[in-house]
Structures are given as structure tokens and as C-alpha cells.
């Protein structure tokens, strides 16, 4: 199992981007989903969560300006993200909860993305 993200970029503030990560392997079930962000010299934090019933949380540093979402069927979590300010720069990781199999624990494997970068101009 391998999570893939991508989307990253360099934005101006205000801007937008879209960050993906799919879920590729063999697997039979994805529980909950979630976007990280590593600052420069700061420690790893969580901006977004959805669970595997679509549940979300925010940091409250991205809330009304975040939007993470997932589809099922292709194994993937997106991370819409509005209004962006240099205070979002960083490497953004995705993480999942994933089953490999019906006889394995039914919490699933937690797995980590590659990481995307992303930076935001003032």
C-alpha cells in the first residue's frame, strides 16, 4: 500500500490550490483519512481530518478556509484550500487508516504520503 499526494505548488496570497492523495495497492477498506502540514522549523501538524463516514475536523488555523473531502470509490482524499497566506507554507503530508485485507485488524495500517510542497508568495 503507497499514498500518493500531489498538487502542490507556488501561489500567490489569496489563492487557491488542490491537493490529492490516492491510495494505491491492494486494500479492501480505507478508514479515516487526514492532511499534515510541516512548516520550516515547526513541528508537524494535523489541518484536516475525515473519517471513513465523512466526519471532518480543522485546525482552527484552516477553518472556512479548508475543505478536505474524499471519494471511496477511487481511494482518494482532496484537500481544497482557499484564501492562503504565507502562514500556510509548508510540506503537506496525507495519512490513512488503511485494511490490506478482511483477516487483518479491522483499525487498518496508519500509512504516510510522500508529501507535497506547498508555498504561498505575500
Known amino acids: 500500500v503507497q499514498l500518493q499526494a500531489s498538487g502542490g505548488g507556488l501561489v500567490q496570497a489569496g489563492g487557491s490550490l488542490k491537493l490529492s492523495c490516492q491510495v494505491s495497492?491492494?486494500?479492501?477498506?480505507?478508514?479515516?483519512m487526514a492532511w499534515h502540514r510541516q512548516a520550516p522549523g515547526k513541528q508537524r501538524e494535523r489541518v484536516a481530518y475525515?473519517?471513513?463516514?465523512?466526519?471532518?475536523d480543522y485546525a482552527d488555523s484552516v477553518k472556512g478556509r479548508f475543505t478536505i473531502s474524499r471519494d471511496g470509490a477511487k481511494g482518494t482524499v482532496y484537500l481544497n484550500m482557499d484564501r492562503l497566506t504565507p502562514e500556510d507554507t509548508g510540506v503537506y503530508y496525507c495519512?490513512?487508516?488503511?485494511?490490506?485485507?478482511?483477516?487483518?485488524?479491522?483499525?487498518?495500517?496508519?500509512?504516510w504520503g510522500q508529501g507535497t510542497q506547498v508555498t504561498v508568495s505575500s
Open positions: 495519512n490513512a487508516d488503511v485494511r490490506r485485507s478482511w483477516s487483518s485488524r479491522p483499525s487498518g495500517t496508519n500509512y
Open positions: 475525515i473519517s471513513s463516514t465523512h466526519s471532518t
Open positions: 495497492g491492494t486494500y479492501v477498506y480505507v478508514g479515516m
